[in-house]
């Protein structure tokens, strides 16, 4: 039987219901039981992929294409599970799919209305590509008051009445703000928020109170009397310094006991979360520290780089030393030289990112680890410019570029217009709309027999995650090897470069796909493991 938690949250937003979701899935498996992570998302795109990193922070895309929230990164780094297509829903993916159905003839010419066409849509994803799990952990986005998250609270109090309680749980992340000037904790926020969903027929089973201090007994009992939960089921939620403690903190807290409670479940004993202590351990307690440079264009914004930053992290827990980032905006190159701004650190990495800005800076940090020998990972776009940077520097070819960036004399990187999925060719051009045209999802990968990826991987056959639209150009590769950069990584019909490296350079790699995507606290990507291992033993050297 599969029971059904719907999580939402209220006051505010940003409070963490994506971790809490996370965190709580992670305790369930720690139990043994099956878990399945979904979010809805209550804005009308049809999904993140053209949305701003400003606006949305990172896109998050799954094996099968799909181009998801950034929540959905916390479901698979906490539980390990890879998410779905499936697993992510927007209120303009639910309408498209009515309207398209209405537009079939399948509602046999009924007035569509948001109840219960739209509801029922709703439900039905909800429900959809389950594969017998024990628990589903579905996120509401959005704070309850908003207008638009209306018809997912309507759906999911319609579920209730027709699964019953015993097949679902209500969980309402609130705010418990401390106010200096008074001295003391608010309770109000929680009671109105509380309220909110009471307006709309939803009665919270348990709460968790974000707050950055110990709530005391009597707060604790006002929230449960005036919002009509058991005490027991007033969780803390406080702060903690690494988010790889919040498995620990919530089952301390009795989230997870409270949730066997609700649903009649005998457990006996305590969860095994060994593992999860000596990551805490690590973090909090390293052997020594690290310095990466990130060089791109969305630095203001850290959600824009949100796995990217758990995968290095994860790299230094492998390795026992803490990663302290240095941020540097790619454009700051046009002003200052990057020996200056880049002499001291012990590893270099240039993420993903779209358009022209910033594309100098990384070239010159790509040249900079190149030429002094600094450990640099380049990811995407990264990989590019750098590819970009041994043509112009090495081979000499000064009108090497981009057709991102417009016509250019030497297309070093093109337009990708055609490649192979499973057993089927895809293709593009120039014309072809923004939205789900990239190259989307895990393609597989053949390794050089031994080269420095074939060795970190163990293996020469992979599959990882991608999201680009302009490739590495497989034409320059002859000139580009015999300069010094191998192409170590192609597609299985050779066509598509996925990886390059220099074999004489410490450590520099470049990759076409995300392998953040991949990594997890639990298991590290090897590719961050190994360059974090680099800059580590760069560390020694300056």
Known sequence: MTRFVFITGGVASSLGKGLASAALGALLQARGFRVRMRKLDPYLNIDPGTMSPYQHGEVYVTDDGAETDLDLGHYERYTGVACRRSDSVTTGRIYSTVLQRERRGDYLGATVQVIPH??????????????????????IGGTVGDIESLPFLEAIRQLRHELGPERTLFVHLTLVPFIPSAGELKTKPTQHSVKELLNVGIQPNILLCRCDREIPADSRRKIALFCNI?????????????????????????????????????????????????????????????????????????????????????????????????????????????????????????PGGFGERGSLGKIQAARFAREHHVPYFGICFGMQMAVVEAARNLLGIEGASSTEFGPCEVPVVGLLTEWVRGNEVERRDASSE????????????????????????????????????????????????????????????????????YPDHPWFIGVQFHPELRSKPLDPHPLFVSFIAAAVKQSRLV
């Open 434 to 501: 923004l939205g789900g045209t990239m190259r989307l999802g895990a393609y597989e990968a053949q390794l050089k027999p031994g080269s420095k990826v074939a060795e970190i991987y163990g293996t020469t056959t992979i599959s990882e995650r991608h999201r680009h639209r302009f490739e590495v150009n497989i034409h320059h590769r002859a000139e580009l090897e015999g300069a010094g950069l191998v192409f170590s990584g192609m597609s299985p019909d050779g066509i598509l470069p996925e990886i390059v490296e």
């Open 118 to 139: 739209v509801t029922d849509m709703i439900k039905e994803y909800i429900q959809a590509d389950l594969d017998d799990e024990d628990f589903v952990l579905c996120e």
């Open 230 to 350: 058991r005490e027991e089921c007033v969780i803390p939620a406080l702060d903690v310094d690494t988010v790889y403690a919040t498995p620990l903190t919530y089952h301390a807290a009795g989230f997870d006991v409270q949730v066997y409670r609700h649903f009649g479940i005998e457990v006996v004993g305590e969860p095994d979360l060994r593992r999860w202590q000596d990551i805490v351990d690590r973090v909090r307690e390293p052997e020594g520290e690290v310095t990466i440079a990130v060089v791109g264009k969305y630095t203001e914004l850290k959600d824009a780089y949100k796995s990217l930053i758990e995968a290095l992290n994860h790299g230094g827990i492998a390795n026992d030393v803490r990663v302290n980032f240095d941020w540097v905006e790619a454009e700051v190159f046009e002003q200052q030289n990057a020996v200056e701004r880049l002499d001291g650190v012990h590893g270099i990495l240039v």
